[in-house]
C-alpha cells in the first residue's frame, strides 16, 4: 500500500490543491503528476518562497536540478507537470506569467513494444499452466493462465483484470463489467465463445457452486485480489521460457505489451475481413477504455503483415496502382 502524500505547505499550497482537484474532477487519477507537484511544494518551503516575486525561471531551473531524472523521457514529464499548472495558475491569475522555461530534452529513437503472435500467446497459456502449485495458492496456475488469456484475448489492463468480481462475469449477455477503469468511467467488454467457456471452467474450478458474486474474481488468499504487481512479476518468471526471438531494435517483453498485441490484432483483423479501419478506430478505442481515438493510436504498431493487408488493399481498390 502506498503511503499518502504529505499535506502540502508551501505558497502554492492551495493552488496546487485546487489544480489536483480540478485534474481528478476531469476524471484524471494524474498520481505520476501529483506527486511531481508535491516536491515542487516541498522545495519551496525548504527554500523558504515565500512571495511570489520569487517564483522565477532561476528558482524553477534549481528545482529541476534538485531533482536529477537521466532519461529524457522522466525529465520531460516533470517539467510538463510543473508547466501544466504554471498555465493553470496564470488563467487564474495565481501568478503573471509561467516560470517554467526549460526545454524538453531530446529523446532518442525508441525501441517499439515487442509484438506478441498467437503463438507467443498460446506460449505463455501453456507455461502457467504448468506451474506448480503451492500451499497458499493451490490454484496458482489456473489464475494465471486466465488473467494472461484475458490480458491477451480481451486486452484489458492489469489494473481492471485485478478488480474484477465474480459477479461481474455475466455469461447470458457474454460480457466483463470492468469498473473504475483509468478514468474513473465503467464499461462492458465482450467475449466470445471460446472466452466464455474459459471463464465458465475457472469459476468451476475456483469456485464450485457456491460462488460469492462480490468476492475478487482473481485471488489466493482471503486477503483480496492478487496484486498486479505480482502478475507483472509472474510474468516476468515464465519468460525465459517462451524461448522468445525479439528483433533488434525491440525492447524486452513487457506485460502490457499483451493489451498491445489485442489492438494491433484487431486492426490487421479489420484489414483482412475488408472493412476499413478509419471507421471503426472508435469502436477499438472504447473497447480499450480509452478517452479517444488518439490514445488508440498509440498501440497500432506498423507491422510487416499490417502493411502487406494495406497493399493488397490498395491493389484491389486501385488495379495496377504503382505502375508507371
Known sequence: MSRPAAPLRSLLAGPIG?????????????????????QLDAYLAEQRVVVLDQLDSRLIEAFLVSRPRERPRSYNHLV????????????????????????PRRETAQRISYLFSLTDAQRLLKAAHSMRTRPKA???ALVYETVF??????????????????GDVDFERATLSVRDTKFYKSRLVPFGQCMGERLAHYLDRRFGQHADPDAPLFSFTRRGAVHEGTISQ?????LPQLELDVPAGVRAPRLHDLRHAFAVGT???WYRSGVDPNTRLIHLSTLLGHADPAST???LTITEELLREADRRFRVFAPGGGRS
Open 18 to 38: 485546487a489544480f489536483l482537484q480540478y485534474k481528478t474532477a476531469l476524471g484524471c487519477k494524474y498520481k505520476t503528476e501529483a506527486a511531481a507537484l508535491h
Open 80 to 103: 510538463g507537470a510543473i508547466r501544466r499548472f504554471f498555465d493553470w495558475a496564470v488563467l487564474q491569475e495565481v501568478v503573471e506569467c509561467n516560470p517554467v522555461k526549460a526545454r
Open 138 to 140: 493451490p490454484h496458482r
Open 149 to 166: 488469456a484475458l490480458l491477451y484475448g480481451l486486452g484489458l489492463r492489469v489494473g481492471e483484470v485485478t478488480r474484477l468480481l465474480v
Open 234 to 238: 509472474t510474468f516476468h518468471l515464465l
Open 267 to 269: 486492426l490487421l483483423r
Open 297 to 299: 493510436a498509440v498501440y
